[in-house]
């Protein structure tokens, strides 16, 4: 059985975020499940009122919350990376449906030592080609394929959900 202790080994990363709202609701999301590491790459506006509006009693995430000005910054020390993705790429890394991928993470931090992290792009362009060929695998969650646009917070409450399952099963 793994421990909700192996959620405190994840590090949810976004990636040029544009609106703080969505910074303060990825918090609250965040907190909700269990996770406490959040790591923003070059935000817009952070720190900013309404993300600690948004984040609605996790200000505690806000604070704590490592800024930094590249991707090799955000995942230095990690073992496994996985990018969140809308759509399938000519990468090499596998895809793995959400579930599967939040299984995988929680693996990854067996041992005790290992820091995973679970990146995503901003919200009006995803991930570039680039920062996912940084990661060991894809992550897709299942959506209507004719609509596929998930707001970014609710895509990390979605996997956080998922994480926190994989991490009491």
Request: proline letters at 4%; glycine letters at 8%.
């Amino acid at each position: 059985m793994n421990s909700p202790s192996s959620l405190a080994r994840i590090r949810v990363i976004l990636s040029r975020p544009s609106h703080p709202g969505n910074i303060g609701a990825t918090a609250r999301a965040m907190k909700t499940m269990g996770l406490s590491q959040l790591v923003l790459i070059c935000p817009k506006r952070f720190p900013d009122e309404e993300a600690t509006a948004r984040a609605s009693g996790a200000s505690d995430l806000l604070q704590q919350a490592k800024v930094c000005a590249t991707l090799d910054e955000a995942l230095n020390g990690t073992t496994l990376v996985a990018g969140m993705t809308a759509r399938r790429r000519d990468l090499a890394a596998p895809f793995l449906w959400a579930r599967d991928g939040a299984d995988t993470l929680i693996q990854g931090t067996r041992g005790g030592h290992q820091e995973v992290a679970l990146l995503f792009g901003n919200e009006t362009a995803g991930l570039t080609n680039d920062e996912l060929s940084r990661c060991h695998l894809g992550i897709m969650i299942h959506t209507n394929p004719e609509y596929s646009s998930l707001n970014l917070a609710a895509a990390v409450q979605l996997m956080s959900y998922e994480l926190r399952l994989a991490a009491v099963r």
